[in-house]
């Protein structure tokens, strides 16, 4: 710290703070248009800063400007006051004065600035300069470039930040303005961030345009559960409707960032699709039913099936939600039956070190560690701001980063390293990387040609790991799943117990999971080997795959979807439609009209949506934060009072109790104190210490009641070899788009986005099979057929095809093959 004088004023601030920052540690406030931290480096552009500095002839710009001891400082002076009336007055010689029209008006930093700082009247009576607007810069934002003051917010952010690349500014002088070359569409993942960084109404979100005034409207915080990032969000409200999601900046979580699906899929909460009262099914169609009879129907199927009732739980579940369900089923039914991982469960000595406090890496460490390494995760769909701040790390701070998969990633361009793997094998490329890291030859040779790789390019990674003094790991959840899950997450444990991350701050591991709230909804129990806090049970239960051959066979009876679509989400689908087919009674929870729930459930309960929800989630890093409802939950269309949504924690204590369980619960928040005196680690929390900003238990003093074992290296095997590949037979692998989503499919914003199939192929392998970009293929096995358009990628690796998971036409889980053949359609 040090100090420095402004206005008089004695100040103490950090030491090279830029002065714009430094001056409000002593209340005072100097004008910016350009300058915004997140974008890095000032660049000076709008000269709104302007300031006297005594021991400097010419004014200096404070956002460009580092403090120093015993500096003065002057912003009151008659030169300040000169430079910075002239500056906004430029800048409204050529702005249009539509105020009362544009969606900016009332939140405006530039109608703030010119009645604090401006001249007060204009001297400028010439014609204004005109352009057409306004212009769609994508399909989800206009431009309208009269109002731009060429602060160059926006194209910073798209050429430091996001790294795409696309906005530039064109032509010179009084004529510049924002585009993309050759005006192609904006089209990025995070593009909608520039809406909320311009300071004027230049850029405007097409769906928000002219809906809303800012005396209107009223703001509220919560968290978005639509992907793993859980970014905290406030969500503009007017008359119980989300009118726009804003980003609500924290460091820890998403450093001020919001991918577009968080930004625009908030449409889905009031769509034509949602559901908003129960349904029952009454011969072969679904029929909006009353909630008594609803509830009366569900309880009598679950007091039937007693102990052949299954659940499995959705990403969207919170963690009183999974908590309850796991309650009633396992105390109210005798049931152990519950899942929701999609490809597999985890032994649970295995489940208790991953989530070891030790061993937790957290979002900041991305950007500060040494380096970071990917194994089989590509941020960018799974968690999108953190492709953000891995960026930035590299960026700022140098970070080394490494890539480990079958698919190439967005982080490529960024590897130091990268290292391909056969699709399916990253079990056997980690027990090959065990076995460098330990010297093990034996191991290291077999697994690595296992893994469609070679001894020397996994030495060369291992070499790489051994160099890095805080080692951040990030493994999708995808890593760990099949029949070679138990082995992968041991030789993971495995690895960084060689490297030695466990107890170092900076360094760990970190999983992208398949769900946003997939870590909360194991934590609290719900899982067929554990119950909450990772407890022992005595007779675990089957995983997903067991649950879906059980109920196809008649072993179970019932099961309740909470917020879960196995037929498009799960592998397999075949075994799924045939599962709920089968099945005497499905139950589906969800907020949206689905498919699967169409077509097999028999009673349908609405579910709250992120924005109406009340409880907790937990970031992957072990950060639990909190849900607090934004917006009442919709009433039926047309329903009689008491009809429409209601919160999920009473659905499941009416239920239990209508089969014979008291859950104990009648509040939202004392759901949430159940959960937190079952759960050890989790003992001491409450709603008001969570708050706005969450606690991440690992770092609290409750994390040492959960006793993990430091872990031991396990001895490993090298898995069975790839199949050999034969003509026109490929090695399959799939990848999920961030995109792949119901709430995209049903957010009138995000349609153009919706995924549709495509087939990855390297040219090799095109031009062997004869097929060129573009042309519509097939790929399967068996006689069974998925279609998509080709793409070639240089990057994959030969030998392989990759398809997309989670599409709505031509599902990539209808396949369960792992070589197939691909031929022209």
Known sequence: MITFSIDGLEV??????????????????????????????????CRMCLVEIEGIPKLQTACSTPVKDGMI??????RVHDAQRAVVEFLLINHPLDCP?????????????????????????EPKRHFKKPLELSPLIAIDRERCILCYRCVRFSQEISEDYQLVLLERGAHSF??????HPYVAPFSGNIIELCPVGALTSRAYRFRARPWDIEGAGTVCTLCPAQCNVELTVRDERVMR???????????????????????????????????VREGTSLQPASWEKALAAAAGALKKAGAKTAALAGGETTNEEAFLLAGLLREGLGSEQLSSRPEGELPLDVARALADPKLQATVPDLEFAHAVLLVDADPIDDAPVWDLRIRKGVRRHGVRVGVVSARPTALDPHAELTLRHAPGTGEALLVALDAALSGDRGNLGGAASTAGSSAGAV??????????????????????????????????????????????????LLEAPAAANARGVREAGFAPGHGPGYATVSEPGRDSAGIAAALASGELSTVWLHHADPVRSFPDRAAWEAALGTAQSVIAVDSVLSDTIRE??????????????????????????????????????????????????????????????????????MASKLLFEAVPFYAGLTLDAIGGRGVRWPAS????????????????????????????????????????????????SLRFLRPRQVVELSPVDADRLGIREGDQVEVGSNGTRVKGAVKLRAAVPGGSVFIAAGTHDQPANALTEPMVEVRKA
């Open 701 to 748: 003093e409750a994390a040492a009641s959960f006793e993990v074992p430091a872990w031991e290296p396990a001895k490993l095997e090298v898995p069975d070899a790839v199949p050999a590949t034969t003509d026109g037979a490929l090695r399959l692998g799939t990848f999920r788009s961030l995109w792949s989503s119901k709430e995209v499919d049903v957010s009138p």
């Open 600 to 669: 097999h459930a028999d009673i349908v309960f609405p579910a709250e949506a992120y924005a109406e929800k009340e409880g907790t989630v937990t970031h992957p890093d072990g950060r639990v934060q909190r849900l607090r409802p934004a917006i009442g939950r919709p009433k039926a269309k047309g329903g009689e009072s008491g009809s429409g949504v209601r919160p999920l924690w009473q659905v499941l204590a009416d239920v239990a109790e209508r089969a014979g369980l008291d859950l104990g619960v009648r509040t939202g928040p």
């Open 245 to 279: 999601v804003l980003s609500r900046d924290h460091d820890d979580v998403d450093d001020g960032w919001l991918c577009d699906k968080g930004r625009f899929a908030y449409q889905s909460v009031h769509t034509d699709e949602r559901l908003t009262q129960p349904m």
């Open 12 to 45: 103490r601030a950090p030491e090279n703070a830029m002065l714009v920052d430094a001056a409000k540690y002593g209340d005072v406030e100097i004008p910016v248009f350009c300058y915004e931290p997140k974008l890095g480096q000032p660049v000076g552009a």
């Open 459 to 508: 030495n060369e990674l291992a070499d790489f790991l051994k160099g890095a003094e805080d080692l951040v790991i990030v493994y999708g959840e995808r890593l760990l799943a099949g029949p070679g899950g138990a082995q992968a997450a041991r030789a993971l444990l495995n690895i960084a117990s060689r490297l030695g991350l466990s107890g170092r701050d900076g360094a760990g």
């Open 73 to 78: 400082v002057h912003t009151q002076t008659q």
């Open 178 to 183: 924002v585009g993309t070359f050759d005006g």
């Open 101 to 125: 029209v544009c969606d900016k008006g009332g939140e405006c930093p530039l109608q703030d600035i010119t009645y604090g700082w401006g001249p007060g009247t204009s001297r400028f009576i």
